[in-house]
């Protein structure tokens, strides 16, 4: 491995002092002159359709700038793939929560007053909760204005590759199971808030929370009908996303469309209660799954049939769904496959994206089944994945084409720092080891086509004339760290100590260059190839400024740590700051060397075909994950004791930060698990809160063993992959594969509460095997 | 003249909207989470030693964050050429209105109230207010610090041309007089504030309004004795500033040290009071002038002795008089001259840079005394000028290199539009037409050596995915016009029309290029340059861009409207958003299509030698003012009628912007002229507002028109001359010379007040003459 000065250390989060200490600016901290506080009116009941609304006792509230409804302000329905939702609810409002109406007044409080002013008459309507009733005929449905969801389907997907279903004749074990996965949200401590201000030429400037601003601004002016040039977003501090505001929740044009009609700036900002009522949390799914195997354990043939309930709005839910339906696939060397995938309406919270995207659900099925054939078939479940598993240098079913991939080395070495044979063999009685894996794709062409097949990121770095270096990237830091690393690759591509680097912190559509943003585990491979690109590029200019200027040739000179270096004599001939302060006023007039990095995938990335074929981006992350869990029998509370998570990193630009990615996806992944859940009352959701929505506590995170492979992958910056989401997917399989190890019965419905865990020993009791 | 599209239009103004409705945010507007409010303490009395000052009342005042005395910081001293200033006075307290001590506190009635509380003991000194008394020796002495300042000359400048004095034994007739200036307020409406912020690594946010960001950041790091780097300096809207916004006025540091030592972001605003006691207004001079003329009207020789009145520090004025003491000889072909010129320190408030920098001093006196000497030599004024005149392709006096001029032009365009000579034969009694001249600089090398001898600009435009064109310069915008220039320059050679380009308002020392600011004439000359250069650089790659997308030859194709046109058919083949679109999805990876501009001052252009010589800007301005005044001999009262005011303008690249600040400088020079005063009664200003301090109303302003002589300069963009400064200086001596023609008296000391006005004439009465 190359000797590097900054990349591979853990140097600190350059945002880390600022955050720790509570300087940092986020969107509820600011304040704009005239600035007004918006409020919104939510519906209260699953289905209704929306007879009057009566905003005149809030209009005469003093105080009160503007009340707005779908009856008042212009607005456009927008959407990802399906344009099924407008800010303002107009007929129908299809979920509880759903926003019929919105208040701009002076404070909190006259605005709360103002929304309980307004009156709403509803005729409530017959109301569907589950996604599996909802696609029976006769049952109410949610878009009776759309043509196409006679039966709430918002999207389907089907394919087949290889024999499909025709290859289980293969087979000599066909195993079938159904598993369910639970609405969980990002619980992210920021709740979603954003203020708009219009100026007097017409152009919308809105700052607010969001992890892909561009992407905000184009669909935002779409539900303004406005030209997208025409809407600013400026990103400040984020505090914490998970991919929950990767998303234009309503807030945004509620927000834009109150400053319109008050002529003065309007905050909105979610209360806890409107983040679980009106987010967009986890699909859940149901998958039946069949998986058939040979005899020696090798996997012959998939089919599955996905119900994803996406609520009231497709939203993302239709790529998530794709990502559900066969991203897992590409873990294994397994060519026969079938799949039908259909996402339907249902009048619910509707639901987004989350860190996995559509991983956790699929893999909790795929790992919890495989791990149900290993036992069946008699072979160690390492055994059988490490038979089955996908390798370097392969295509995989979908196409995806693996020039980096080390899967087999995560399995192997999860075993290995897990002790896994004999700490298996060893487990007391309720006490158990289970074994999950992932696949995680670092960028994604495929979302990015709705940019015309964008799927790139460019990064400006500017050396001013003290040297100093700034680095401007359009994808934003959302706590996932990635400040820290384009510091870290920028700093050891030009040879400059990371203090004196800074990276702009705010997305600002005005200024920062345009990308996909902070989505799609898209940051470190993409914007850091761009970043690395600038700083070459900007290495490169400071050589030939040092060179002219010194009069050496300019391969005798080097950089590092912020000087120039005879090769030869490795003596000091000058400083960065010199040669900048000499090219900058007096070369550029005033300019600054400006390094561009504009990064596009290559070819072998391609926008996936109709069927999802297609290698649709530049690395996939592979890894391992082994729990260690006891089972108290007598309350059914499942203890995560030990995780060791084997991941190929590619290289670890931050190990620490890598760390702190790895840990908290895993610890998302216990509270997926075990403990998080929407509880809906007749369509009322009963827990929107963090005393009953239950995230895991510290007291419950396991000691979490982060054990790196590091081989560098060709594409991205120093051979780094993405890190960001994959971690969660793997917990959920793990855990109900350590508690089959502990207690014998098999769970397939997420979370895997206390109740669940005791049934299912009552039922085993009862002789009925799970 | 070549057909422009854009250039020579009079488009309105980019940020009219904005302001005229009320939206723009000024600094005063603004308000950060947390902010603070600052108020500053001033001494009592012209000179004073502090002996002791007592906070703790105040700090005791609940709400109060801060109170800061010289004794309970850091500071370091700063200036220009002098480092006499401090942030707060430390010993001495050297003008009636110094900073003493500061508060900083939850609100202003509070920060008020804890100001009142300070008790601050003094010893009262005997103080100097007048500059030629301060000169001798046994008055106070008003830097007892400072060892070279012990006859209170805080600058001395002395230089001879030609034959110097000696050139006087040829004339035929000499003249001298002693002229006297004013001190005169910028009086811009919108009063000094700025918001100062540290982060959590030590390094100071400041947003306020400043002309000159760059160099107010360094002067700010070097008075808090931190690096110019840990400081960022942000622009919002500015409400005018003249020259009185280039200044690192107290309340910049006194801010930053509140908010360090609180540990919150510190607002402060000036009161208009505070802006008349503590502002930098313009230096007032005594000029004893001899002139030496031929009998034909040649000025054969020029000796002056100056005295300048800087008040309390020296400031920019070490430069503002160098500038007084040389620049009007380059009117004219004057090549024996004696100048010495002492910079006096005083007990008053401290003077700083005005439009016309030292110009309106010196052209009063030269442009009165040619007055004089054209009647006494029986030559019309006019006449007398144009046989002087310097010329196209002559080098002055001082070095300056004329590439183009007009100046002769100028005076013949104002005799034939004023109808001169029948108009001033045909003058009632009381009933008066004078003229005056002057030459200004359009940059300046000369101050900017203290930038190693920088004097460029640099601008970077980028054309967006939609074909949106955004310019980034460091020059900013004052109210002066310089978005609309930049826009217009940008549309030209871009081909796209202005809607398209929007030129980034607010100049942010971390995000827009190097510069020396908005001063010294720069913005159109050297700015426009630099995004001339960037426009070019932008058109070229987007040629190229089309042409390879196009599958056309590059020389076929031409930019014009938005649209690419094959140049042979002149049918349209793409938009410029189509190009763009695709250019930056596909093929910079996000980035956008980025121009640069670098502009450099060519090597014509140098830093002038020790004495003043050298050629120190690429082009000068020259006009000629012909002032009509009526004089009501029962109350003293000059009415100006009309001002015709022709200019070698090179090109109007927007006419209305250049008659706003033709008008303006007028308007401004019509309250120098006649009304603005400081009047102080024993050390202490007796006329801080509005109400006392008499600036120009709108019923007082007369006919301007405008003239315009474009013949294009050929080093500056479309052949575009400076406008903003030059036609303040000669309104002053046209109406003391239109009052003389009016009523045969001369007044040499400004303002031409009523009472100075019924004393000329009453004394004429008696038979002495003026």
Chains 1, 2 share one sequence.
Not at 224 to 242: D, K, T
Request: charged letters at 20%.
């Amino acid at each position: 491995m190359a000797e590097y000065s900054t990349v591979g250390k853990s140097i600190p989060r350059v945002d880390g002092l600022e955050k720790a200490t509570g300087k940092a600016v986020f969107t509820g901290d600011m304040h704009l002159p005239g600035m007004l506080t918006g409020k919104i009116k939510r519906c209260a009941y699953p289905f209704a359709k929306i007879l009057s609304i009566n905003t005149e006792k809030a209009r005469k509230l003093t105080g009160v700038k503007a009340v707005i409804t779908a009856k008042n302000v212009t607005q456009f329905s927008y959407g990802y793939v399906v344009d099924d939702e407008l800010p303002l609810a107009n007929t129908y409002a299809r979920y509880a929560g759903e926003e019929v109406a919105a208040v701009a007044a002076i404070d909190e409080d006259t605005a709360e007053e103002a929304i309980d002013l307004i009156e709403v008459e509803y005729e409530k309507l017959p109301y569907v909760l589950d996604a599996e009733e909802a696609m029976k005929p006769g049952t109410p449905v949610v878009h009776l204005n759309r043509e196409n969801a006679k039966q709430n389907i918002a999207h389907h997907v089907e394919f087949i590759r290889g024999q499909g279903e025709a290859a289980f004749k293969q087979a000599d074990l066909i195993l079938e199971q159904r598993f369910s996965t639970q609405v969980a949200h990002q619980a992210y401590l920021e709740t979603q808030a954003c203020i708009a201000q219009w100026d007097i030429s017409g152009k919308l400037t809105v700052w607010g929370a969001t992890q892909n601003p561009f992407y905000i601004r184009n669909v935002l002016a779409g539900a303004l009908g406005i030209p997208e040039h025409q809407v600013r977003i400026i990103v400040p501090s984020i505090g914490g996303a998970f991919g929950g505001k990767g998303y234009l929740h309503p807030h945004f044009p509620i927000s834009a469309l109150l400053a319109k009609v008050s002529g003065k700036p309007v905050k909105i900002e979610y209360t806890r209660e409107e983040e679980f009522i009106s987010g967009r949390p986890r699909i859940s799914e149901i998958i039946d799954l069949r998986l058939g195997f040979k005899k020696d354990g090798t996997i012959i043939a998939k089919s599955a049939a996905l119900i994803a309930n996406c609520g009231a709005y497709a939203g993302v839910c239709p790529y998530i769904m794709a990502a559900s339906a066969s991203r897992a696939d590409s873990l294994y060397r397994l060519f026969n496959i079938k799949v039908t995938a259909n996402l339907v309406y249902t009048n619910t919270t509707p639901r987004g994206p989350f860190r996995g995207f559509g991983n956790p659900q699929m893999f909790f099925a795929m790992e919890s089944l495989i791990d149900q054939a290993a036992s069946e078939l008699g072979i160690d479940p390492i055994e059988l994945r490490l038979k089955n598993a996908i390798h370097k240098g392969e295509t995989t079913v979908h196409g995806w084409i693996l020039k980096s991939c080390g899967f087999d080395k995560t399995l192997r070495l999860a075993r290995e720092k897990s002790n896994w044979s004999k700490s298996r063999q060893k487990s007391d009685k309720y006490h158990g080891f289970g074994v999950a894996c992932q696949v995680h794709n670092g960028g994604n062409k495929a979302i990015a086509a709705a940019q015309g097949g964008y799927d790139g990121s460019s990064a400006i770095i500017n050396v001013d004339q003290y040297g100093k270096v700034k680095v401007i990237s359009g994808e934003g830091e959302l706590g996932q760290g990635i400040l820290t690393v384009f510091t870290q690759i920028a700093s050891e591509a030009l040879g400059v100590p990371p203090n004196d680097i800074t990276v702009m912190p705010q997305v600002d559509t005005d200024v920062s260059p345009f990308s996909f943003g902070a989505v799609a585990d898209r940051g470190t491979v993409l914007g850091g190839n761009a970043v690395l690109m600038a700083a070459k590029d900007a290495r490169k200019q400071l050589l030939e400024y040092a060179a002219a200027k010194l009069g050496l040739p300019i391969d005798d000179l080097d950089i590092k740590h912020g000087k120039f270096y005879d090769k030869d004599s490795s003596k000091e001939v000058a400083t960065v700051r010199e040669i900048a302060h000499d090219t900058v006023l007096n070369k550029l007039g005033g300019a600054y060397i400006t390094g561009r990095g504009e990064y596009r995938v290559p070819d072998f990335v391609v926008v996936p075909d109709k069927s999802g074929y297609g290698n649709f981006c530049i690395c996939y992350t592979f890894s391992t994950t082994v729990a260690e869990v006891s089972v108290d029998s007598d309350t059914g509370q499942v203890n995560v004791l030990n995780i060791w998570h084997a991941v190929n990193i590619g290289r670890a630009i931050n190990p620490a930060a890598c760390e702190g990615q790895v840990e908290g996806g895993i610890i998302q992944g216990i509270g997926y698990a075990l403990s998080e859940d929407y509880i809906w009352n007749q369509g009322i959701l009963e827990n929107p809160n963090f005393t009953d929505y239950k995230v895991p506590l510290s007291a419950g995170v396991p000691k979490i063993h982060c054990l790196w492979i590091e081989e560098p992958n060709p594409d991205s910056p120093f051979g780094a992959k993405c890190i960001a989401e994959h971690s969660l997917s793997p917990v959920a399989p793990a855990i109900a594969n350590a508690i089959y190890n502990a207690i014998g019965v098999r769970l397939k419905d997420l979370p895997l509460s206390p109740e669940k865990v005791l049934k299912a020993l009552a039922e085993k009791k009862r002789g009925n095997k799970g």
